[in-house]
T-cell receptor, first 116, second 113 residues
Framework: ETGVTQTPRHLVMGMTNKKSLKCEQH?????MYWYKQSAKKPLELMFV???????ENNSVPSRFSPECPNSSHLFLHLHTLQPEDSALYLC???????????????FGPGTRLTVL | AQSVSQHNHHVILSEAASLELGCNYS??????LFWYVQYPGQHLQLLLK??????LVKGIKGFEAEFIKSKFSFNLRKPSVQWSDTAEYFC???????????FGKGTSLLVTP
């Protein structure tokens, strides 16, 4: 397996469910990202982990909880979501980020989430 | 706050036609600029990027983009499109001091034979 993989690819959940999205990168990177892509909206950055430390949380509601146990894995734990949280959730990875220095982000295929 | 505007949401072109997709951003400081492409059923991938130097940037598959600082623009161009260029194109901006990529809403390009 190469690149950035995400599981599951599709998820349907009720508002009271708890589920997790998984992202794994096989590129030897040290930074990982969660993005949300809603219909008719730009991709929105949710969280950034740089060398396993969370460096950005873009005012994301607490019903989304990220976890980065090591530099290859990133999770997004979901609980008591709302229908408006239905979207495509994209994971990306890059070499470790330093301010002012950009390393190309490589994206996974995304998880299509539907909240009923 | 930074914002990125892509003015064309849907573009339909015939093969061999020329392409220009607009991208404008609002941010006063030093920025890095990107175009990403997502082919049907595939991942987002980097098409080209601008950090500094020559404002005319060449990317993969014959694409190029020009950074015009005075207009806060980074338009994507290709002189002659092919059917295989059918995809969604995203402009993105990153401030020089942060980690976040700010994306536009995307432009869906359909190239007809």
């Amino acid at each position: 397996e190469t690149g950035v993989t995400q599981t599951p690819r599709h998820l349907v959940m009720g508002m009271t469910n708890k589920k997790s999205l998984k992202c794994e990168q096989h590129l030897g990177h040290n930074a990982m990202y969660w993005y949300k892509q809603s219909a008719k909206k730009p991709l929105e950055l949710m969280f950034v982990y740089n060398f396993k430390e969370q460096t950005e949380n873009n005012s994301v509601p607490s019903r989304f909880s990220p976890e980065c146990p090591n530099s290859s894995h990133l999770f997004l734990h979901l609980h008591t979501l709302q229908p408006e949280d239905s979207a495509l959730y994209l994971c990306a990875s890059s070499q470790g980020q330093r301010a002012g220095l950009y390393n190309e982000q490589f994206f996974g295929p995304g998880t299509r989430l539907t909240v009923l | 706050a930074q914002s990125v505007s892509q003015h064309n949401h849907h573009v339909i072109l015939s093969e061999a036609a020329s392409l220009e997709l607009g991208c404008n951003y609002s941010y006063g400081g030093t920025v890095n600029l990107f175009w990403y492409v997502q082919y049907p059923g595939q991942h987002l991938q980097l098409l080209l990027k601008y950090f500094s130097g020559d404002p005319l940037v060449k990317g993969i598959k014959g694409f190029e983009a020009e950074f015009i600082k005075s207009k806060f623009s980074f338009n994507l161009r290709k002189p002659s499109v092919q059917w295989s260029d059918t995809a969604e194109y995203f402009c993105a901006v990153k401030s020089n001091s942060g980690y976040a990529l700010n994306f536009g809403k995307g432009t869906s390009l359909l190239v007809t034979p």
